[in-house]
T-cell receptor, first 116, second 114 residues
Framework: NAGVMQNPRHLVRRRGQEARLRCSPM?????VYWYRQLPEEGLKFMVY????????ESGMPKERFSAEFPKEGPSILRIQQVVRGDSAAYFCASSRMGQTPNYGYTFGSGTRLTVV | GENVEQHPSTLSVQEGDSAVIKCTYSDSASNYFPWYKQELGKGPQLIID?????GEKKDQRIAVTLNKTAKHFSLHITETQPEDSAVYFCAASDPRYGNNRLAFGKGNQVVVIP
């Protein structure tokens, strides 16, 4: 079991470019969560997805950010026209079910985005 | 919504001593409280969790206690070792969203001095 796989580990983008972050959940997990971690801060919820369905995107900025989890392939977090404030570590977690009291999260190693 | 606070922000302990990290939460309807350990350059790793129907849980050198009345929970690490040095995050399930997402504290840097 390879765990939650995120790539790339590090991503550098110039202001105005697009960033695409990928997350493959653990085998057997059908729920994906994206969190953002700013320096010296905790993790902030962004979006919760199931296959082909966004369950909760209330933590994601309404502009420039989007997420998907297609029937086939990894979940993608997409940031358009990146700005310096987007620089952060982005973590993906997966679980078998959506109910955290029964099934805890497993996090990936994260993608560290740097906007120059 | 759910607000989780951790203290102290940094904790230094001598190897072999115990470390205690405390967290408070705001929503009494939260029912799941995990602790994560994050080493430099890695993702958070679940180390122990507790549900609201339990007051204490122990796993070898790690224990978590929950006081629902006071709305706080604590992580206890006994006989600390250098490999325990990391950032520790507490979290609480957010009842606004059916408890299927977590609200995290800002983390505690634990330094174990050999």
């Amino acid at each position: 079991n390879a765990g939650v796989m995120q790539n790339p580990r590090h991503l550098v983008r110039r202001r105005g470019q697009e960033a695409r972050l990928r997350c493959s959940p653990m085998k057997g997990h059908s729920h994906v969560y994206w969190y953002r971690q700013l320096p010296e801060e905790g993790l902030k919820f962004m979006v919760y997805l199931q296959k082909e369905n966004i369950i909760d995107e209330s933590g994601m900025p309404k502009e420039r950010f989007s997420a998907e989890f297609p029937k086939e392939g990894p979940s993608i977090l997409r940031i358009q026209q990146v700005v310096r404030g987007d620089s952060a570590a982005y973590f993906c977690a997966s679980s078998r079910m959506g109910q955290t009291p029964n099934y805890g999260y497993t996090f990936g190693s994260g993608t560290r985005l740097t906007v120059v | 919504g759910e607000n989780v606070e951790q203290h102290p922000s940094t904790l230094s302990v001598q190897e072999g001593d115990s470390a205690v990290i405390k967290c408070t939460y705001s929503d009494s309807a939260s029912n799941y409280f995990p602790w994560y350990k994050q080493e430099l350059g890695k993702g958070p790793q679940l180390i122990i969790d507790i549900r609201s129907n339990v007051g204490e849980k122990k796993d070898q050198r790690i224990a978590v206690t929950l006081n629902k009345t006071a709305k706080h929970f604590s992580l206890h690490i006994t006989e600390t070792q250098p490999e325990d040095s990391a950032v520790y995050f507490c979290a609480a399930s957010d009842p606004r969203y059916g408890n299927n997402r977590l609200a995290f504290g800002k983390g505690n840097q634990v330094v174990v001095i050999p």
